[in-house]
């Protein structure tokens, strides 16, 4: 089966401007996440949607951060404006469900200069 | 929240050695365990799990225990090889309540001395 797509795999932008990244996940794969991986670290969940609905955004930095999954598929997660410190690997993941393996995207790299 | 510990954070033995890799969790409600393992500049991959009715579960070379009451879990690589040389994460969620995110450890990386 295809795996998760996330697009771009790389990012400059410099501080203060906006950026967005975009998550295909696995077809039928109703729970979506998006994690923060900062260099050395493991990744921090940011957010759950179950279907359309947010399950879990208490980590999101909402002044900055935001995210959507119309549809119940595609998701996008937007930064605006940037800090230096978002400088990080952004993971899309995607499962069946509560308790299911959750398989993860290549990744977005972003820079913040 | 949950709060993953992991130890150590890098890790060297040599091939056809053992290695162990420990974590520690703050949440008593946690009942699910992933392992990832994740090479440089990849994704994470799941290599084994175990929930929180299950004491140890074993994979080939790859085995994990878990003591509920100390909250702590283990990955055990037997025999390693060069290409078990990547970061490993453990993990720690809550499943059953809507919410199953996972809470991550800071990675060990291991290394796999020829």
């Known amino acids: 089966e295809a795996g998760v797509a996330q697009s771009p795999r790389y990012k400059i932008i410099e501080k203060r401007q906006s950026v967005a990244f975009w998550c295909n996940p696995i077809?039928?794969?109703?729970?979506l996440y998006w994690y923060q991986q900062i260099l050395g670290q493991g990744p921090k969940l940011l957010i759950q949607?179950?279907?359309?609905?947010?399950?879990?955004d208490s980590q999101l930095p909402k002044d900055r951060f935001s995210a959507e999954r119309l549809k119940g598929v595609d998701s996008t997660l937007k930064i605006q404006p940037a800090k230096l410190e978002d400088s990080a690997v952004y993971l899309c993941?995607?499962?069946?469900?509560?308790?299911?393996?959750?398989?993860f995207g290549q990744g977005t790299r972003l820079t913040v200069v | 929240g949950e709060n993953v510990e992991q130890h150590p954070s890098t890790l060297s033995v040599q091939e056809g050695d053992s290695a162990v890799i420990k974590c520690t969790y703050s949440?008593?409600?946690?009942?699910?365990f992933p392992w990832y393992k994740q090479e440089l500049g990849k994704r994470p991959q799941l290599i084994i799990d175990?929930?929180?009715?299950?004491g140890e579960k074993k994979d080939q070379r790859i085995a994990v225990t878990l003591n509920k009451t100390a909250k702590h879990f283990s990955l055990h690589i037997t025999e390693t090889q060069p290409e078990d040389s990547a970061v490993y994460f453990c993990?720690?969620?809550?499943?059953?309540?809507?919410?199953?995110?996972?809470?991550f450890g800071k990675g060990t990386h291991l290394i796999i001395q020829p």
């Open positions: 993941a995607s499962s069946y469900g509560q308790g299911r393996e959750a398989f």
């Open positions: 077809s039928g794969h109703a729970t």
């Open positions: 949607f179950q279907n359309n609905g947010v399950v879990d």
């Open positions: 949440d008593s409600a946690s009942n699910y």
């Open positions: 175990i929930r929180s009715n299950v």
């Open positions: 993990a720690a969620s809550w499943v059953g309540g809507g919410a199953d995110g996972l809470t």
